[in-house]
């Protein structure tokens, strides 16, 4: 008898209705407020843009009314954060302050969790965070804390390491490291030591709104409880890493009560000697509380202490945040971190002499104080064959030996005799470069800022380099490039287009 042929063919995904997903959260409002929130979710989510504060002048937001006619409205809970209804302009993602990282396009309830911590403007603090990738969040990390202290930024997945990566690059952040850990492993890793810990969680991602980085998929209450365990893992673990009187965001971009009160519910159940939920309700121009019941159970914890953000009542995707403050020691076991020698990765230090000659050719060159910088930003200069990096003096004090996927920002690289800056620095910190800087016309800028060169060139600029810091009037920086002759070769052109 011949033996039947094993099926390959994978069963069918049978993906709910809007209807039957939403009837999941009638039970938790009123009949009139899910009458609203069946209105509100069939609506189009509006785009919505954060301001990169390292790049962007303070007036931006008019700038970018002014320049495109769009109109911009503040985002309550987020100071640089704007809706925005392009009218009859340009797309929000194909303007060149896009491009070029002056603002970050991330949907409006995406920008809570950040803005829950008490940071000062500045802060030298080290921040954990924990599942960071694709790196919005990280992002405003960076910018609460003005490029300053470190961030750590984590995640598991080696295909989301990249994306993470290049959103870095494009804010313009000199103060972060990358890393690809499971993020369980932190606290015991790295007990009481951060000041801070975000854990923007892995979920099933039921906000009932469609947005680009929160794509709506189906999910079962056996997937849930799955995440709902790795949750609690994840927000122990950021518990346990920072310091006693150190704050801990916990956020999800679903609205499931398992994945959100009921983490916190069965945290605090365990911990709640070591910690303090924090009422984070006088952040909110309008109260967003929590469920304090599920299933005709009361929760033991007050949830009007955390924030709820139901699509109808805030015009967003759905989504949770919590602030949690560390009070003790969670008296968790440790164990020691990986290590890895940055010599054996080929990264070297500069030292004092080698660092002070080459700031001071850095400065011959383009006008930049590098010298300054480093002193203030706390920065240090290592070097990795022809390139040349700009780390944080805190990843090397703290976490020297901890493997890293990158870290700090490419300052720039040899070619030859020549010291070509990376398109990344030019666009944070071009504007200061006074001896190689080029202001262009509209026309010769928008002929660059596509991406091409610009022929028949000359500027008449008497500078010890042929790097050029391309900008137009206005101040809008668009990158590098290379006098050749009677040419500008344009360094950034794989960037513009």
Not at 93 to 120: K, N
Not at 162 to 190: C, D, I, P, S
Not at 224 to 245: D, E, H, I, N, P
Request: glycine share 8%; net charge neutral; with cysteine.
């Amino acid at each position: 008898m011949k033996r039947k042929k094993k099926s390959t063919q994978k069963p069918l995904t049978i993906i709910p209705s809007k209807a039957e997903q939403l009837a999941a959260f009638q039970p938790l409002l009123s009949a009139e407020e899910f009458a609203e929130l069946q209105i509100e979710v069939d609506k189009a989510l509006p785009p919505a843009i954060r301001i990169n504060p390292l790049k962007a002048p303070p007036e931006m937001a008019r700038d970018l009314s002014a320049r495109y006619g769009w109109t911009l409205t503040p985002i309550p809970f987020c100071e640089e954060g704007f809706r925005v209804q392009v009218n009859d302009g340009l797309a929000v993602s194909a303007a060149l302050e896009h491009r070029t990282g002056q603002y970050y396009i991330q949907e409006a309830a995406s920008m809570l969790p950040v803005a829950l911590f008490d940071i000062r403007a500045g802060d030298e603090g080290l921040t954990l965070d924990l599942a960071a990738s694709p790196g919005g969040k990280t992002t405003h990390i960076v910018a609460r804390q003005n490029d300053h202290g470190l961030v750590l930024a984590n995640d598991s997945s080696q295909g989301r390491i990249q994306a993470l990566k290049v959103v870095l690059q494009h804010w313009g952040a000199t103060n972060t490291a990358v890393t690809r850990f499971a993020g369980e492993k932190f606290g015991a890793w790295f007990p009481n030591t951060f000041d801070r810990a975000l854990i923007d969680a892995p979920c099933s991602m039921q906000g009932l709104r469609t947005a680009e980085s929160h794509e709506e998929r189906p999910v079962t209450e056996k997937e849930s409880r799955l995440l709902a365990q790795r949750q609690t893992a994840l927000l122990v673990s950021a518990l346990q890493a920072v310091k006693v009187g150190g704050q801990v965001v916990y956020s999800t971009c679903t609205l499931l009560p398992g994945e959100d009160e009921g983490v916190v519910e069965a945290v605090l159940g365990k911990f709640g000697h070591s910690m303090e939920l924090v009422d984070v309700s006088p952040k909110l121009v309008h109260p967003a509380p929590g469920i304090q019941e599920l299933d005709g159970k009361a929760y033991q914890t007050d949830m009007s202490r955390v924030v709820r953000l139901w699509p109808h009542r805030f015009q967003t995707a759905g989504f949770f945040a919590c602030l949690l403050q560390k009070t003790a020691d969670l008296d968790l076991k440790t164990i020691d971190a990986p290590t890895h020698s940055m010599e054996g990765a080929g990264f070297f230090e500069l030292s004092y002499t080698e660092s002070a000659k080459f700031s001071q050719d850095f400065k011959s060159w383009t006008g930049f104080d590098l010298s300054g910088y480093l002193q203030e930003q706390q920065r240090t200069l290592v070097k990795r064959d022809a390139r040349v990096f700009l780390f944080p003096r805190l990843l090397l004090e703290k976490f020297r030996s901890l493997p890293v996927q990158s870290a700090g920002m490419l300052l720039g690289e040899w070619e030859g005799d020549v010291f070509i800056p990376s398109h990344e620095w030019v666009l944070r910190f071009g504007g200061q470069c006074v001896d190689c800087l080029v202001k262009l016309d509209d026309e010769l800028f928008a002929i660059f800022s596509r991406g091409d060169d610009l022929m028949g060139y000359k500027d008449g600029i008497n500078s010890k380099t042929d790097i050029r810091v391309v900008m137009d009037q206005s101040g809008r920086l668009a990158g590098r490039g290379r006098v050749i002759s009677d040419r500008l070769k344009n360094l950034s052109s794989r960037h513009l287009r």
